[in-house]
């Protein structure tokens, strides 16, 4: 796979993708604001939750909603958030084989080994997104009798996904930045190579 992108890859592959996620993510913290004014997507215990919350909150979190509430977490969010892991998983592998192609002044080059295990990250995330999704439609379904260890697992869940999506974020930040910092002084130095000594 890494072969295929080093070849046809460009940089408007990857800035496209990374505009289509965020502008998704966009759209569904603008549908949540509307139909869910007291809730925030970075905010325990929809969203980004990088700890844990226990079955009362979540409970609490649901009852205060109310019934339109729920259909909307039901029937709009959560369908929304079937298609956002995708984006984000596409988006970051592009960014991550972008820039730490070998062979270029402008990128942090690593080994496939690397690379590979870089790119792990965000498939976890993926996973762990989906399986948020699904554990969260079990507890609406089941809703008001949640099972503490559904609730529990919930929870486990949107923390995991929480962690990874932050952490896939950063390691993503850290190549472009490493990135530019190479491009800098690879200019830097030509500059320097083409004036001669002084």
């Known amino acids: 796979m890494l072969s295929v992108l080093d070849r046809r890859l460009t940089l408007w592959h990857v800035w496209l993708l990374n505009v289509i996620a965020l502008a998704w993510f966009a759209g569904m913290l603008l549908a949540t604001q509307s139909s869910l004014p007291g ?8 969203g980004l939750c990088l700890g844990y919350y226990t079955p009362l909150e979540l409970h609490a979190t649901l009852t205060r909603i109310g019934a339109e509430g729920r259909q909307f977490l039901l029937q709009t969010l959560l369908p929304l958030d079937m298609v956002l892991p995708f984006l984000v998983l596409a988006a970051l592998t592009l960014t991550y084989a972008w820039y730490s192609r070998p062979a ?5 080059p690593l080994s496939r080994g690397a690379r590979y295990a870089l790119m792990c990250t965000p498939l976890a ?9 699904w554990a969260l439609a079990e507890v609406l379904a089941a809703y008001p009798n949640v099972p503490y260890r559904l609730a529990r697992r ?18 993503a930040v850290a190549l472009v930045v490493a990135a530019w910092g190479l491009a800098h002084r690879s200019r830097n130095g030509g500059n320097r190579h083409a004036q001669g000594p002084s």
Request: glycine share 4%; net charge positive; proline share 2%.
């Open 154 to 171: 919930a929870s486990f869940l949107t923390a995991a996904k929480s962690q990874l999506i932050v952490a896939s974020v950063g390691i």
């Open 104 to 108: 270029n002044g402008t990128t942090v």
């Open 39 to 46: 809730v925030k997507l970075f905010r325990c215990p929809i």
């Open 125 to 133: 995330y993926c996973a762990a997104d989906y399986a948020e999704n």
